[in-house]
């Protein structure tokens, strides 16, 4: 009699793509480039407008891959603190509540994660060329700004 052996669960890298091999990089969601890409972005992203509990809960997010990007570019799923809801965030906002419900926005943990995440896709530059993350924009910007599209869309057509 032969033993069987179970497949290896496959899973895919979150960042890259790529098959993940070791149990420990499948428990991640991450490969070792990648990760320690994610880990060199949380020290060189520029973390100002959030709290320590926030960057702490953004990296823990990283860590547990509760941050995946969608199809739309800029723009990621990031589950909840408690695995209830999952948020649509992008950089400029997030739709938890308190993307959505104050005025400005305040820069909640998902917008951190995502400012770790897209710190870390962009391309490597020394840090005396290294630019800030631009503040967000408070809501009544995008507003106008989507007035400004709506108009000029109504006005071509």
Known sequence: MTASTAPAETRNCLRCGRKLRSAQARARG???????????????ADLSAWT?????EAEQAIEDGAVVPSNREGVFHVVSSDGSEVHLTHRDGCNCVNGLKTLPPRPCWHRCAI????????????????????????????W???D?????????A
């Open 30 to 44: 991450m490969g070792e480039g990648c990760w320690r890409k994610v880990r060199a972005a949380e020290r060189t």
């Open 52 to 56: 320590p509990s926030q960057i702490a």
């Open 115 to 142: 400012a770790i995440v897209t710190d870390m896709q962009a391309p490597a530059t020394p840090a005396a060329v290294r630019v800030a993350i631009p503040a967000p924009r408070a809501a009544s910007d995008l």
């Open 144 to 146: 106008d700004e989507l």
């Open 148 to 156: 400004r599209l709506t108009d000029a869309f109504m006005a071509a």
